[in-house]
């Protein structure tokens, strides 16, 4: 498995097999594509036959889950594309399974996996994630398996969505012996003024490395309201942590209030919304790909949520924050905290 970003080694040629899933060729084997046959008069593809994009996606019947990918390692998921109805972004969960495990490494909502919060949708331009015009989303960040990989998408929403495109990309080769598992979370809270804080990630056990964060921040107080500061409690950090930030704006690669959105290879700030009789939304993310935050026990993630008073005093603030932490580790992990319920999850 190359290094992720080494320009260098793009040249070079390995023994690496690559493979790709999709509705076209649901199980990635050799010479699998493009073998749907349009029986139905109905398919678009009628006229021309087999081989013409008969099966370009697949349904996600309501209440149900299906299988994305059920691979055989070792090999390493190396991009995922998915597009679909923009009402799926909190109401499907994604999840992801290394080496057959029984607990899931990844368990997110499908758009916030994608750095899309708050059910909506917009873009992103960053190295890990792209979301382009009209909801085409993107990962690239690198998924080594050694046994098995397996990813799910759940649909919890009431009705059916019938048009759900995927294509997961993924090379077949061996994975060096220190590469740590891919790991997402996804946390919803509601600040209050006596501890303004967001836990992004907690109960972290064993060796690895934070690698990203996304915050989607509803502001439910006028003002100002990203004074607040990101700390990372690592391998033993009780009271004080050993990374403090100086600002949530700082954190996310701007300043000053942040001012306009953006959207960088690894931060960006890319939405502000405020339309009428809607409270203020924001979106931010974070990747530290090219400075991980190394541990080797445990580690603790937490936001302040922060505002001014009109004395010049910081205010603490009620605020309703949602957020993805993104790392690598080794396994086994800790068993993730259970996901809110789908009411728990709606946009307000």
């Not at 493009?34 to 109905?42: G, I, L, N, T």
């Not at 029984?102 to 994630?129: C, K, Q, W």
Request: proline share 7%.
């Amino acid at each position: 498995m190359n290094d992720f970003l080494n320009l260098a080694s793009l040249p070079l040629i390995t023994s690496a097999q690559t493979r790709s899933i999709s509705a076209e060729n649901s199980t990635g084997e050799k010479s699998g594509g493009a073998r749907a046959v349009p029986e139905d008069a109905k398919n678009a593809a009628f006229h021309l036959g087999k081989g013409w994009k008969v099966r370009p996606c697949i349904a996600l019947p309501s209440q149900q889950t299906a299988t994305l990918a059920d691979i055989a390692g070792p090999g390493v998921i190396q991009h995922i594309w998915i597009t679909t109805d923009v009402k799926a972004y909190r109401d499907c969960i994604l999840r992801f399974y290394w080496d057959e495990e029984t607990e899931p490494s990844v368990e997110v909502p499908l758009g916030d996996f994608f750095a899309l919060g708050h059910g909506l949708r917009y873009n992103i331009n960053s190295l890990m994630v792209a979301v382009n015009p009209s909801g085409g989303c993107n990962c690239y960040w690198p998924m080594p398996f050694r046994r098995h990989a397996r990813v799910t998408v759940e649909n919890q929403h009431v009705e059916e969505f019938p048009h759900f495109f995927y294509q997961i990309t993924y090379a077949l080769d061996e994975v060096p012996e220190n590469a740590g598992y891919f790991h997402a979370q996804w946390r919803r809270s509601m600040t209050w003024r006596e501890h303004p804080e967001h836990v992004i990630l907690d109960n972290v056990r064993g060796r690895g490395h934070y690698a990203g964060t996304f915050l989607a921040w509803e502001q439910l107080s006028n003002g100002w309201w990203g004074e607040g500061e990101v700390k990372f409690f690592i391998d033993g950090d009780d009271e004080y942590p050993t990374i403090c930030g100086t600002g949530t704006e700082d954190y996310f690669g701007g300043a000053w209030c942040f001012g306009e959105t953006y959207s960088t290879p690894f931060l960006g700030y890319p939405l502000w919304r405020k339309e009428a009789n809607e409270i203020p939304k924001h979106a931010m993310y974070r990747w530290h790909v090219p400075d991980p935050i190394r541990f080797s026990q445990d580690l603790r993630v937490t936001v302040q949520a922060l505002g001014w008073w009109p004395t010049r005093k910081y205010q603490p603030l009620t605020d309703d924050i949602s957020s993805v932490a993104y790392w690598y580790q080794t396994e086994p992990h800790a068993t993730f905290p259970p996901l809110p319920e789908r009411e728990m999850r709606f946009p307000r």
